[in-house]
């Protein structure tokens, strides 16, 4: 089975600054795609950016970009230049990569939940 | 519409009622999902369906049923209501190939009292 641990339930940073979202899975799979989607208060689920696990570098979106440890099972999330529309709980996922297997749902970490100080 | 819509978007219900959570994408996706979302427990998924006439069981399916008439509407019934599946609902779909991006509806807030 699939586990996805967030350690750090809240965050804060303050505006125009960096922070590290912090996200580590276990699987025995080889192949997997690593997630991270965002909620703000609307509760829609947004996906934020995501990565493939057979591609070394690191995905980035604008001002959000990942460090993706495979050997580690690490899948950190930086923010850069943080805004305050930023606010939100952030969830860690992964997603087994096997166009056969009937689910490939996604297994979501608890959430980390970042606020944007002014 | 575009994407995917969820009816009622919140929901007060007593105990021992039946419920359906209505689930509806425009997008013609194969795959479609139904997840719970439980503070500090993030989401888990309670049944999947991979193509119409098809559903699977997820990580939480007791006390829920789905079906899978056709490929737009994926519906989830609670056939007697209990206090511990209140909770946010979301649906979900999901693109074939490799993006395998998962897009979710606005969710369903239902209260069990």
């Known amino acids: 089975a699939q586990t996805v641990t967030q350690s750090q339930p809240e965050m804060s940073v303050q505006e125009a600054e960096t922070v590290t979202l912090s996200c580590t899975y276990d699987t025995s799979e080889s192949n997997y795609y690593l997630f991270w989607y965002k909620q703000p208060p609307s509760r829609q689920m947004i996906l934020v950016i995501r990565?493939?696990?057979?591609?070394?570098q690191n995905a980035t979106e604008n001002r959000f970009s990942v460090n993706f440890q495979k050997a580690a099972k690490s899948f950190s999330l930086k923010i850069s230049d943080s805004q305050l529309g930023d606010t939100a709980m952030y969830f860690c996922a992964f997603m087994k990569h096997d166009l056969n297997y009937a689910a490939n749902n996604l297994f979501f970490g608890t959430g980390t939940r970042l606020t944007v100080i002014p | 519409i575009a994407g995917i819509t969820q009816a009622p978007t919140s929901q007060i219900l007593a105990a021992g009622r039946r419920m359906t959570l209505r689930c509806t994408q425009d997008m013609r996706h194969n795959a479609m999902y139904w997840y719970r979302q439980d503070l500090g427990l993030g989401l888990r998924l309670i049944h999947y369906?991979?193509?119409?006439?098809?559903?699977g069981k997820g990580e939480v399916p007791d006390g829920y049923s789905v079906s899978r008439a056709n490929t737009d509407d994926f519906p989830l019934t609670l056939a007697s209501a209990v206090p511990s599946q209140t909770s946010v609902y979301f649906c979900a779909s999901r693109t074939t190939g490799k993006a395998n991006e998962q897009f979710f509806g606005p969710g369903t807030r239902l209260t069990v009292l």
């Open positions: 369906s991979n193509t119409a006439g098809t559903t």
């Open positions: 990565q493939e696990a057979y591609k070394q």
